[in-house]
């Protein structure tokens, strides 16, 4: 007699990831920094640079530079004590003495540090400036896709270098009547409406994923 073959028993399918699981990190591009990340990154550069004066400036890809030209930016940047690191969406802002903001862009893969002066330099940096303490902030990015500027907030706006950014989405300016007041206002997918930096700044693609699967 013939026998039917025993049912083979499907592994466990794996469980859902999400924001609250500490296992969120297995489902995420480590190469692309979302809000958490880039605030981590202006918290440890606030206490390192705050009070802090650039004596020197060293761009070897002149690309990464959104505004002004190398020339300039070095000539700018020379001198600057640093008043405040604060981040704005995915943007990392070094107030400067005057009115004039260090503002950079992580973009994909890069990083921002402060190191010593004899570190030895990583591939792909970009951008090294002195500090009048013997350490050096440094700029690299392998993908190239980051961006550096410096220049008053207006002005970078004004030159379309620095994009529009709207409410703060851990803000108490965020409030269900403001995103309803956002969403009532487009014709787009939720997901693509809630990626618009324009509308709320600092959402990445991983969260409102995230966001939409538990809505």
């Known amino acids: ?106 973009g994909m893969t890069g990083h921002l540090r402060v190191v010593g002066g004899d570190a030895e330099v990583v591939k792909h940096t970009h951008l090294r400036a002195g500090l009048d303490d013997g350490r050096e902030l440094r700029f690299d990015d392998a993908r190239r896709f980051g961006r550096v500027m410096l220049g008053v907030r207006a002005l970078l706006e004004e030159r379309r270098v620095l994009p529009a950014l709207g409410v703060e989405p851990l803000s108490g300016d965020f409030t269900p009547e403001r995103l309803d007041g956002l969403m009532r206002r487009t014709r787009r997918t939720v997901k693509a409406a809630l990626l618009d930096q324009a509308g709320i700044a600092g959402l990445g693609n991983i969260y409102v994923d995230e966001a939409c699967h538990l809505a």
């Open 1 to 106: 007699r013939l026998r039917k073959p025993p049912l083979r028993r499907r592994a466990p399918s794996a469980p859902i990831v999400t924001a609250r699981s500490p296992a969120r990190r297995a489902t995420t591009d480590p190469s692309m920094p979302e809000l958490p990340e880039v605030e981590t990154v202006a918290r440890d550069l606030r206490g390192e640079l705050v009070g802090r004066r650039f004596i020197s400036a060293w761009v070897s890809e002149p690309g990464v530079l959104r505004f002004p030209a190398a020339e300039a930016f070095g000539a700018a940047l020379l001198a600057r004590r640093v008043e405040s690191v604060e981040r704005r969406g995915k943007y990392i802002f070094c107030r400067l003495d005057g009115a004039e903001e260090l503002v950079v862009h992580l």
